[in-house]
């Protein structure tokens, strides 16, 4: 798809029968994006940790929400965010969108869902994680009003590490 040329696109809520093709497409979109900011063994470590189809489902069921786009039948992103009860913030634990749907606002699409999410439940920021070297994302999350609040080193177990900015957006 051309950049900037947003196909139509519907977002939906992800059910359980999708969690085999949310893992799939989160394989493909980690390992070309990550492949220039961790390791290859880091990536997929992070993937079996994050994406197992088990885990989603058990997320779904749980109540965190899970979003995907959809274009032309076609899974070609994702979010997933939860509100924190105690301290009033929304965190946007994942949003990705495929390589070849990139820069065509789907990305943005999916912020705007989980701001919304987040007004609703009534917190006063949306919240994420991004990892330093990402610069990519970072300029996109900046581009949609978040800014850097601190910065964190968190052990992930295997012998892995997360380097990253937490980022914030007032609501």
Avoid at 57 to 81: C, E, F, P
Avoid at 138 to 164: H, N, P, T
């Amino acid at each position: 798809m051309s950049s900037g040329v947003r196909a139509a696109a519907q977002i939906a809520p992800v059910l359980a029968a999708d969690a085999e093709a949310i893992a799939a497409l989160a394989g493909v979109i980690w390992r070309a994006h990550y492949a220039d900011i961790i390791s290859a063994a880091q990536i997929e470590y992070m993937l079996k940790q994050r994406y197992d189809p088990a885990l989603i489902r058990a997320q779904l069921a749980r109540g965190t929400a899970w979003d995907k786009i959809v274009v032309n039948g076609v899974i070609v992103g994702y979010a997933s965010y939860c509100a924190d009860d105690g301290a009033r913030e929304m965190k946007l634990d994942k949003l990705y969108v495929h390589p070849q749907h990139q820069r065509c606002g789907y990305g943005g699409l999916l912020v705007a869902r989980a701001l919304d999410a987040a007004q609703a439940a009534g917190c006063k920021v949306l919240v994420l994680a991004v990892n330093k070297a990402n610069a990519k994302a970072i300029a996109a999350y900046a581009k949609y009003g978040f800014r850097v609040r601190e910065s964190i080193l968190q052990d992930i177990g295997g012998g892995f590490v997360m380097d990253d900015y937490f980022m914030v957006k007032d609501l």
